[in-house]
């Protein structure tokens, strides 16, 4: 086991603990914030194991999970619009940690990687993966001004 796969270890047992306790226990605005950043927890995961097992695919499907995770929680946030008006959620501390997590993990490994194409997918990766879950955050936590319904 080299540094990466502990660090992936760590990083999947811990964000992923805190996310399916977030998701099965409490009021419905933990469980939608913790949805929300299963995915920023997740994302890291793959892309530390994807340099420990020197394994490109693992990359791929990062970039898959940082596509489709945050449009995930935009569902979730409007289908549950109705329930979610009279207690919206509040997690902005949890949003900005989860993107300082995932920026530091996405330039570790650009500096690990070098000057390359894998450098600019882990780029592209994590530009997805903060902005996603920032929107996410957003619309989660009563919407965006002068957008109707949402």
Do not use: E, H
């Amino acid at each position: 086991m080299n540094d990466w796969i502990l660090a992936a270890t760590l990083l999947l047992a811990g964000g992923a603990g805190a996310a399916v306790w977030g998701v099965s226990t409490g009021p419905l605005r933990r469980r939608v914030v913790a949805q929300n950043l299963s995915t920023s927890a997740v994302c890291p995961s793959l892309l530390l194991l994807a340099q420990g097992y020197d394994r490109p695919s693992y990359v791929d499907l990062a970039l898959l999970l940082a596509l489709l995770g945050p449009v995930g929680t935009l569902v979730f946030a409007r289908l549950l619009s109705d329930q979610l008006t009279d207690d919206p959620p509040r997690g902005w501390g949890l949003t900005w940690a989860a993107a300082g997590l995932g920026a530091v993990t996405v330039v570790v490994l650009c500096a690990a990687v070098g000057p390359s194409r894998a450098m600019v997918k882990l780029l592209v990766i994590g530009a997805l993966l903060i902005g996603g879950n920032v929107v996410a955050s957003r619309a989660l936590s009563g919407g965006f001004r002068g957008v109707r319904g949402g």
